[in-house]
């Protein structure tokens, strides 16, 4: 087990943990911007509390911030600023630096990366979600998974270069943003923190607190909201800044999810008409939007707001085709479906084959659910379905880039932050009564004992083995 995987598997992240992991000599810190802070002259306005609820209530989604276990404002959707006191910038004497920090998921850089990268994104309890009784188990549950579904992974990034692009177009997206932002007279420091991969986010808060950042706007690289992304990072966040003076008192606007914003659909139907001029018959062309899924439990039982976000984002993005007189027909699918589970329907290599059988010739992949390149696109959807597809019947197929760096996408996310700012406040949050209630011994001895019984009778039944040998192997 190397350092980082070390680090992830202390079940409390703590900031003197990631000082061990930037001392461990990775890389981490290069995506920090860290340039001198740069300063702001006027006065913000710090907002108040209502701002959170009119970003709940503005789409329908209260009922999952309800189940923030922290009992914390979490809106899924729209701006969302901390429910609690709001508090003034730390002096009104001091002049402002403003910090943007991007969220994003990170990506093996080797293939020696793979299994350890695997491991983080199986450990977090946001991406399997245990029972109460069974979190105990996350972690050995998470080294068995990432094992067994390295060699596959493997394969993957293999067939795309050995490693993910994710980093690197990141700390481009990162550049880019931070130029716009100057050239509307916002001098900003905007830093990368990944989830599951250097840089940890962990590495870019230390960074932010080093660089004395003084107000802060968090934007998570993930157009639309779930649980298992943008939910899971937001939480790490919280975990490091409740457990810090100077962070817990920072003002902090979180973008939860931006996926409406004009200058993000224009910037999509950009590409998608851009793409269909390359047909040789664009109106004939099937517009086929293919999104990351998620478990079907995450919608169903946990109110991930994700499916209705994407399905809104889809009417949306056509929406704006139809008014450019595009008229194409068009078709959602969900994409990479890992382990035993139910994910969101329809799966996107059934519906290819369908599709395929139904007649369809001509047929345009437009990856949704992401802005950079990476391994679901390039290998995935570039690879194994383009075959998939050509083998059911379809004769013509192209795929719409990613936005990347595209200059109208960088600029609304721009627009994004500077509407963000002004919204933020602190972030500060008490120990919740039920992470108390955790350290009793005699109730953690008590689940620990029923929990192996339990685990024991589940994961070893031959079902489940040969559920997990089926898809993850
Ligand atoms: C909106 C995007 C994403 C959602 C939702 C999401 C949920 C989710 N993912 C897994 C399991 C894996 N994801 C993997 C890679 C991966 N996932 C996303 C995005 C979303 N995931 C991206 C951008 C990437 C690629 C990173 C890169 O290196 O380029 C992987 C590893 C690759 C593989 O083996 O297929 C796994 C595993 C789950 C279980 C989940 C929801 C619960
Ligand atoms: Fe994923």
């Given at each position: 087990m190397d350092a980082a995987t070390c680090s992830r598997v202390l079940p409390q992240i703590n900031l003197s943990h990631s000082d061990r992991r930037l001392s461990a000599g990775r890389s981490g810190s290069a995506s920090c911007r860290s340039s001198e802070g740069l300063k702001i002259s006027k006065q913000l306005t710090v907002s108040c509390s209502v701002?959170?609820?009119?970003?709940?209530?503005?789409?329908?989604?209260?009922?999952?911030?309800?189940?923030?276990?922290?009992?914390?404002?979490?809106?899924?959707?729209?701006?969302?600023?901390?429910?609690?006191?709001?508090?003034?910038?730390?002096?009104?004497?001091?002049?402002?630096?403003?910090?943007?920090?991007?969220?994003?998921?990170?990506?093996?850089?080797?293939?020696?990366?793979?299994?350890?990268?695997?491991?983080?994104?199986?450990?977090?309890?946001?991406?399997?979600?245990?029972?109460?009784?069974?979190?105990?188990?996350?972690?050995?549950?998470?080294?068995?998974?990432?094992?067994?579904?390295?060699?596959?992974?493997?394969?993957?990034?293999?067939?795309?270069?050995?490693?993910?692009?994710?980093?690197?177009?990141?700390?481009?997206?990162?550049?880019e943003l931070k130029k716009t932002l100057e050239s509307k007279d916002l001098p900003v420091n905007v830093y990368v923190g990944m989830r599951y991969w250097y840089p940890f986010t962990e590495e870019a808060v230390q960074q932010i607190k080093k660089d004395r950042i003084t107000r802060l706007v968090v934007l998570p690289l993930y157009p639309q909201f779930s649980i298992s992304t943008t939910g899971s990072s937001v939480s790490v966040l919280q975990d490091i800044f409740r457990k810090d003076a100077y962070l817990s008192r920072m003002p902090v606007s979180i973008i939860n999810s931006w996926y409406q914003r004009e200058g993000y659909l224009k910037s999509m139907a950009d590409l998608i008409s851009k793409e269909l001029e390359s047909f040789s018959e664009p109106a004939e062309v099937m517009i086929f939007f293919s999104a990351h899924g998620v478990p079907l439990s995450y919608v169903e039982d946990a109110g991930d707001p994700y499916k209705d976000q994407m399905e809104e984002c889809i009417f949306l993005i056509m929406k704006e085709l139809k008014s450019r007189g595009?008229?194409?027909?068009?078709?959602?699918?969900?994409?990479?479906?890992?382990?035993?589970?139910?994910?969101?329907?329809?799966?996107?290599?059934?519906?290819?084959?369908?599709?395929?059988?139904?007649?369809?010739?001509?047929?345009?992949?437009?990856?949704?659910?992401?802005?950079?390149?990476?391994?679901?696109?390039?290998?995935?959807?570039?690879?194994?379905?383009?075959?998939?597809?050509?083998?059911?019947?379809?004769?013509?197929?192209?795929r719409v880039p990613a936005l990347g760096c595209t200059p109208s996408f960088i600029t609304d996310l721009a627009d994004a932050v500077i509407e963000a700012l002004p919204l933020a406040t602190a972030m500060s949050t008490p120990q919740t009564t039920s992470e108390v209630v955790d350290h009793d011994p005699l109730r953690y001895v008590i689940k620990i004992f029923f929990g192996s019984f339990l685990a024991f009778v589940l994961f070893f039944s031959p079902k489940m083995i040969m559920a997990f040998r089926n898809h993850l192997i």
């Open positions: 701002a959170s609820d009119k970003g709940n209530d503005m789409f329908g989604l209260s009922h999952y911030s309800k189940k923030n276990p922290a009992g914390e404002v979490l809106c899924p959707a729209g701006v969302c600023t901390y429910g609690g006191t709001a508090v003034e910038s730390h002096s009104h004497a001091e002049e402002e630096k403003v910090g943007v920090l991007l969220l994003n998921l990170g990506g093996p850089e080797t293939l020696n990366d793979v299994q350890p990268f695997l491991f983080n994104l199986f450990a977090d309890p946001d991406i399997i979600r245990l029972p109460r009784l069974f979190r105990f188990l996350q972690q050995p549950l998470a080294k068995l998974i990432s094992v067994l579904r390295a060699p596959k992974s493997k394969e993957g990034y293999a067939a795309i270069g050995g490693g993910s692009p994710l980093r690197k177009i990141t700390d481009e997206q990162a550049n595009i008229n194409n027909e068009h078709t959602l699918a969900y994409q990479s479906r890992v382990g035993p589970v139910q994910w969101l329907k329809p799966y996107t290599d059934e519906v290819l084959v369908e599709l395929g059988q139904k007649g369809v010739k001509s047929l345009l992949a437009v990856p949704v659910s992401f802005v950079s390149e990476h391994i679901e696109t390039l290998e995935e959807i570039d690879m194994e379905y383009r075959e998939l597809a050509l083998e059911s019947g379809i004769e013509n197929w192209g």
